[in-house]
């Protein structure tokens, strides 16, 4: 068995080429879809994946942070102020391991998406899984860290006695004593999911182009 042979069997069948010549769009419709969902999420860690705007009596406008992949913006002093009272630790302590390997992690999960363009068998699912998963995994993280935050007061804080432990939405509309909370998914993260789609999609089409050839190829 030659080395050209085993690697076919790992990565799958090459298209022939005047197969490839007679049926090009069957074969560049995943290539095209497992592209632009890479370069999507390339561009996400770029943009503002969650916003949140806490209202409270003494802020009528409302005071948002923006959180990026990798950092947070926004009016974080002024929130972290009302949160020391309730016994809430400063938000620049959550997801800190999160953050700093965050830029490496997508552009390692880009670089699987593409290199499944060049596995013609079910083990290009298993690369692009990551990459499907991505937003979820970021809402379920965020998710964490804001339980972890609302159920962990400090007892000896201002405001102790008054409020009890609780757990912020990451979507929607949530309630904290006098306070109310608005979070949202922004721009980066609606890429993400948008890349998902993409994805799926570029998983169906590539099962359609490919199963045949390795069905030949076990025979």
Known sequence: MTMSTDMEKLIGPRVPADEFKEN?????????????????????????????????????????????????????????????????????????????????????????????????????????LPGLGLPIFFLLDLQFWLANFGQNLDPTAPLSSSVKPFIPPALGVGKIAQFRTEAQPEIGLWLAFGASALILVGLYFHRRAYKPLVEAQQK
């Open 24 to 128: 090009r769009a069957r074969y560049m419709i995943p290539t095209l879809l497992f592209a632009a969902a890479a370069i999507m999420i390339v561009v996400s860690m770029f943009l503002p994946y969650w916003s949140l705007t806490l209202h409270a009596p003494q802020y009528p406008q409302g005071l948002t942070v923006v959180a990026f992949v990798n950092d947070l913006e926004g009016d974080i002093a002024e929130i972290d102020g009302l949160n020391h009272y309730i016994g809430m630790r400063p938000l620049g302590e959550a997801a800190q391991f999160e953050k700093q390997v965050s830029i490496y992690g997508i552009v390692g999960v880009s670089l699987l998406i593409l290199a499944a363009i060049f596995v013609h068998n079910r083990w290009a699912a298993l690369l692009a």
